[in-house]
């Protein structure tokens, strides 16, 4: 029978790899409670309603990426391409916005999009992200940065450039919009399919598409800056000065749109450079993303309110620091293996290990009927610290030898109620000399 494998776009996260997620999903939680974000769960599917109103009709994640099916031919439903949308959804629905504001919210969860599958871009994928709803000004930009900030420094993620912008208001892009029209327009024939229906649609799209002919003819094209209104000229000159004020080191770059439609004013983001040896090139990576969405709310049935946050890939992440050497976590080794000899011995490493269990500490013992020798290669492998083997005279004297796997000193120790708290000081003492 054919093997079944998985999906592409998805990856299998086995237990040597899990150690370094739990590290990162832990840090990321910590991290954000120190600036006031609780916890949200969302659901995996939502109506696909919320995305094509929320995230835009001519975004690439909408006309392209996502996986949607119906439900008894009435609706729809679409697994959730990102966490944003899913998550204000939720802050309507619950009420949230009648609570203290500003609403405080992050997310672990995963995010599935129909692309070509590449390193660090995969169909399904895992996000942490940040909301903040209720504020408008310029210093809860500064703060949601400065949150992403501080989690790619402390991480220890390398050689990363913060990059800012502006895309202003849906009042001062029109104008924006007309000159961006009037540069691409001489270019109609030589534009993809896509950027050519966004021409008239959605001109501030062509500036994102990832094909190479409309990138290279988008670098001559009109900037944003030049065309905001006061008020968010004035909003993107106030936070510039509260990154300097936390001596945050930016670069404006007047390229960055985002690719989906509810952002407004700030938009941001994190790159970071690494030089493939294999490739024999320099590569730029997003590590985190974001900015201000000042009128999601109101699309999605809620009042006029204030918006913003950033979404960060964890496979990008990790995948980014291996290629800078930095290791989160190694997987957790068994701290004590008993090797039972014989019937009794086998009841006798149960009892014994369970007991070590119920003290926080990490024992196995034989559950498959090996022999001696093929017990310790067993031990051995698993990477045990210390073994104990248990025969007749053991039980009959009520004593064992634990054996050091590394140092190949032994203690002997009595096989009664006391044996976790001796083992776990002889344990703690032995961490101790290492560090």
């Not at 909003?235 to 690719?259: A, C, M, Q, S």
């Not at 009794?344 to 559950?367: H, M, N, Y």
Request: proline share 4%; aromatic share 8%.
């Amino acid at each position: 029978m054919e093997l079944l494998e998985r999906p592409q776009g998805t990856e299998d996260i086995l237990p040597a790899s899990s150690a370094e997620w739990i590290a990162l999903e832990d840090f990321l939680r910590r991290t954000a409670l120190c600036f006031g974000f609780r916890e949200i769960r969302v659901p995996t599917f939502e109506k696909t309603e919320l995305f094509s109103r929320g995230v835009g009709e001519t975004t690439d994640v909408v006309q392209k990426e996502m996986y949607t099916v119906s439900s008894s031919g009435t609706h729809t439903f679409t697994l959730r391409p990102e966490g944003t949308a899913g998550t204000i959804r939720a802050v309507l629905q619950n009420g949230l916005l009648n609570e203290a504001l500003p609403q405080r919210v992050y997310y672990i969860l995963s995010c599935f999009r129909h692309e070509n599958t590449q390193k660090g871009r995969l169909r399904e994928f895992h996000q942490f992200g940040v909301e903040m709803a209720g504020s408008p000004n310029p210093s809860a930009d500064a703060e949601v940065i400065s949150l992403a900030k501080q989690i790619i420094d402390d991480i220890g993620v390398k050689n990363v450039e913060l990059r800012i912008n502006s895309i202003g208001c849906p009042e001062c892009r029109k104008k924006y919009q007309e000159a961006l029209k009037a540069y691409f327009q001489p270019h109609h024939d030589t534009l993809c399919p896509d950027c050519k229906s966004r021409l008239e649609r959605n001109p501030m799209r062509l500036l994102d598409c990832k094909n190479e002919k409309c990138h290279q003819i988008g670098k001559g094209a009109p900037e944003i800056l030049d065309y905001l209104c006061d008020d968010c000229s004035q909003h993107f000159e106030k936070l510039k000065r509260n990154l300097g004020l936390l001596g945050i080191v930016y670069t404006i770059d007047p390229r960055i749109v985002r690719g989906l439609d509810y952002y407004t004013k700030t938009v941001f983001e994190f790159v970071t450079t690494h030089y493939n040896e294999k490739e024999k090139k320099q590569e730029t990576l997003t590590v985190c993303g974001g900015g201000r969405y000042d009128g999601l709310i109101e699309q999605l049935g809620g009042q006029p309110t204030p918006a913003l946050g950033f979404g960060m890939g964890l496979e990008r992440m990790l995948m980014t620091l291996h290629q800078q050497g930095v290791t989160l976590a190694e997987p957790s080794k068994c701290d004590i293996y008993f090797v039972p000899m014989g019937e009794k011995a086998e009841e006798k490493a149960l009892q014994l290990t369970a007991s070590l269990r119920k003290d926080g500490i990490f024992a196995l013992t034989d559950v498959v009927g090996r022999g001696l020798r093929a017990q310790m290669k067993y031990a051995d492998k698993i990477g045990a610290r210390f073994t104990m083997v248990i025969g007749d005279n053991e039980l009959e004297s009520g004593e064992a030898v634990l054996k050091n796997m590394q140092t190949g000193e032994k203690i002997t120790m009595k096989l009664d109620e006391t044996l976790p708290e001796r083992f776990a000081d002889i344990e703690i003492a032995d961490r101790l000399t290492k560090e």
